[in-house]
Structure formats: structure tokens, C-alpha cells
């Protein structure tokens, strides 16, 4: 299902919501390229994804962590060139039971492992903060099962220049003590929409490669 290679500029027409699943199995049938939103609890995930779609609320937003409990997912732009954001639970700090966490967990960790039509996952990371352990021991997770990745820094808009490039270089520095390189990496702002051309070119051409060995 792969696609002839097309000019990068992505648009969205079209977004929707389409179910929430409990267990992957439920999630629907893996026939369109999709990207898997995670990232530790209030990163600003719901905000991110209802910029990159030109809406308000598609995704819900909550100011309580761990708001996100199931899989969802969203079409984007199907009666064109579909494919899905997919929505996942957040990790760390959710104000949730520990056995609703575990639970989350080994839906997550079965996700990215048996999803066939995974295109690789979107980690969320607020560029506010210093590198947080959970975020970079995740990350590592996902290199050591073959899980292809990006990171997409959040809230971009609230730091000045300085800040920005502090930041940036101390979360290369100590990204760089385990990784040979840095992933690739994208600063984007929901309220601004810093970011979003980028993020969604990006996505463009990797869903060219849907369905190739």
C-alpha cells in the first residue's frame, strides 16, 4: 500500500473521532497509516492534537491527569489520503488507581508491539522542564524493541530564546549518553500553532512508506 512519492505539504480536512478501545484488539481494522500520541500526564497531548487538526475539542482536554484512560482513534482526512492519530493514556503522575495504571500499562506495551499499522510514535515532552526519567526511559524502551519514534516538544511558546536553547541542549546532552544521535526532534505550540507545518509534513511523507517491507 505503499504511495507514489507527492510534493511535502499536508493538509487536514477532515478529522473525526472513530472509537475508544480497551484492549488492542478492539481497535479498528489496521488499514491506514497511524501515529501513536504519548507522552507523561498534562504534557498538553489533547491540545497538540486539536491544533495539528484545526479543531477545538476533538480530542478532550482535562486538567486533571490521566484524563485519557483508552486507545482512541481519530481518521484524518478519509475520503483523501486517510490515516490516524492515535491517542494514547499518559504515563506517570495520572491520579488514577495503581491497578488502572498497570492495566494501562500492558495495553500500551501490546500496542506498540503488535499494531501492524504503526508508523511510529509521537513522544510528547514539555520543553519546560529538565529531562524527566520516566520520559527518557520510555524513549529507551522503545529503541530497544525496534519502535521507530519522534519527540515533539510542547508549549515551545513559553520560554524565551534563552531559554529555549538552554533547554534543548541539556535534554541533547543527556539524551546523548545513551543514544549514538539525537531523534528527530519538532518545538511546537498548540496555542500558536509553532510547530504544526513541520510535525504534519513530516507525517506526509512517512505515510508514503505505509505498507512497504
Known amino acids: 500500500m505503499a504511495s507514489s512519492q507527492k510534493p511535502l505539504n499536508m493538509n487536514v480536512g477532515t478529522a473525526s473521532f472513530v472509537k475508544s478501545s480497551a484492549v488492542v484488539k478492539e481497535c479498528p481494522p489496521p488499514e491506514y497509516p497511524e501515529y501513536a500520541f504519548i507522552g507523561r500526564s498534562n504534557v498538553g497531548k489533547s491540545s497538540l492534537?486539536?491544533?495539528?487538526?484545526?479543531?477545538?475539542?476533538?480530542?478532550?482536554?482535562?486538567?486533571?491527569?490521566?484524563?485519557?484512560?483508552?486507545?482512541?482513534?481519530?481518521?484524518?482526512?478519509?475520503?483523501?489520503?486517510?490515516?490516524?492519530?492515535?491517542?494514547?493514556?499518559?504515563?506517570?503522575?495520572?491520579?488514577?488507581?495503581?491497578?488502572?495504571?498497570?492495566?494501562?500499562?500492558?495495553?500500551?506495551?501490546?500496542?506498540?508491539?503488535?499494531?501492524?499499522?504503526?508508523?511510529?510514535?509521537?513522544?510528547?515532552?514539555?520543553?519546560?522542564?529538565?529531562?524527566?526519567?520516566?520520559?527518557?526511559?520510555?524513549?529507551?524502551?522503545?529503541?530497544?524493541?525496534?519502535?521507530?519514534?519522534?519527540?515533539?516538544?510542547?508549549?515551545?511558546?513559553?520560554?524565551?530564546?534563552?531559554?529555549?536553547?538552554?533547554?534543548?541542549a541539556n535534554y541533547q546532552k543527556e539524551m546523548l549518553k545513551t543514544w549514538t544521535e539525537m531523534p528527530m526532534c519538532f518545538y511546537t505550540s498548540a496555542e500558536t500553532g509553532f510547530g504544526k507545518p513541520e510535525l504534519l509534513n513530516f507525517i506526509g511523507e512517512t505515510n508514503q512508506f505505509f505498507g512497504e517491507d
Open 49 to 168: 492534537i486539536n491544533s495539528l487538526v484545526n479543531q477545538r475539542s476533538l480530542a478532550k482536554t482535562s486538567s486533571t491527569p490521566g484524563k485519557t484512560q483508552l486507545i482512541n482513534h481519530f481518521i484524518i482526512n478519509e475520503k483523501s489520503d486517510p490515516w490516524y492519530i492515535v491517542d494514547l493514556p499518559g504515563y506517570g503522575f495520572a491520579k488514577a488507581p495503581k491497578k488502572e495504571r498497570h492495566k494501562w500499562a500492558d495495553f500500551i506495551r501490546e500496542y506498540f508491539l503488535f499494531r501492524e499499522s504503526l508508523m511510529g510514535a509521537v513522544v510528547l515532552i514539555d520543553a519546560r522542564h529538565t529531562p524527566q526519567r520516566i520520559d527518557l526511559e520510555f524513549m529507551e524502551w522503545l529503541g530497544e524493541n525496534d519502535i521507530p519514534f519522534i519527540i515533539a516538544f510542547t508549549k515551545f511558546d513559553k520560554l524565551s530564546s534563552a531559554q529555549r536553547n538552554k533547554n534543548m
